[in-house]
């Protein structure tokens, strides 16, 4: 199969993001990666031809002036974003809350509303958001990361009601857990309690996650995947998770 498209991946410098840029790019897509880390999105992205661009979802300036600087889109993947720490809501901080809503509910609509008229315009268009088990799932202490992915979900689900008629296909790609730089950057950093997540279970790889896009965007263009929920074996739900040691 060989695709000439034009994708647009955002968060493309690590994790699920920069996976779907190999997978995209090694079905013959050309992809525009875009992320803050500059340095490891060009490492990236150069190693499998792919264009990129400095992009912070969170700065309408950095959205406006990344979509500037498209041509062509026929596909988004809204990927960037993530969780920052882990507090019962009596201890919820205001800013980690508020850093999550601006990169994984404003981000991905800034986004979406950016190429919106470039999805358009070629007539087959393509929104990939990925959400997560979190969207429609709850646990303690993840309300914050929870409700963030909840309201991602709901902007997904309206869009779908919003396009019908219009030459644009809307698909969620909803993960358990996967190993990336997730929860490194939910603990600040502490490599430790990340490893606990995924001990004694195996996870996803990101390249099983960008699997399920790339299959979803190769659909023909009549066919729209709403959604795909895709776990590990050993996890049942948010909370059930089976390990072994
Ligand atoms: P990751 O390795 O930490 O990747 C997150 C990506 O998002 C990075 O490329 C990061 O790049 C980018 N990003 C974060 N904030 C951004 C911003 N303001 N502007 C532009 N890019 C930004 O984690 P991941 O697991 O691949 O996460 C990707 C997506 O999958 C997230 O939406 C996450 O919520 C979702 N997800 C993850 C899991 C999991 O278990 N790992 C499960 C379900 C859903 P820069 O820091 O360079 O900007």
Request: hydrophobic share 45%; aromatic share 6%.
């Amino acid at each position: 199969m060989s695709e000439d498209r034009a994708a647009v991946v955002t968060g493309a410098s690590s994790g699920i993001g920069a996976a779907t840029v190999r997978a995209l790019a090694g079905a013959g897509f050309r992809v525009i990666g875009g992320a803050r880390r500059e340095d490891r999105l060009r490492e990236v992205c150069e190693a499998v031809g792919a264009s990129w661009a400095r992009l912070d979802v969170t700065d309408p300036g950095s959205v406006s002036a990344f979509v500037h600087g498209l041509d062509e889109c026929a596909i988004i993947v809204n990927n960037a974003g993530g969780a920052l720490g882990f507090e019962p809501v009596s201890d919820a901080d205001d800013e980690q809350w508020l850093s999550m809503y601006q990169s994984n509910v404003l981000g991905l609509m800034r986004m979406t509303r950016a190429v919106l008229p470039l999805l358009e315009r070629g007539g087959k268009g393509h929104i990939v958001d990925v959400g997560s088990i979190a969207g429609f799932e709850v646990y303690p202490s993840g309300a914050g990361y929870t409700a963030a992915k909840h309201a991602a979900r709901a902007v997904t689900r309206t869009l779908r009601l919003e396009l019908l008629g219009r030459p644009v296909r809307v698909t969620e790609v909803n993960p358990g857990l996967v190993e990336t730089e997730f929860s490194t950057v939910r603990f600040a950093g502490d490599a430790t309690r990340a490893a606990q997540v995924y001990a004694g279970m195996t996870p996803l790889t990101a390249a099983d996650v960008a699997d399920c896009i790339l299959w979803a965007v190769t659909r023909p263009p009549h066919v729209n995947v709403d959604e795909i929920v895709v776990r590990p074996r050993d996890q049942a739900s948010a909370t059930l998770v089976h390990r072994e040691f």
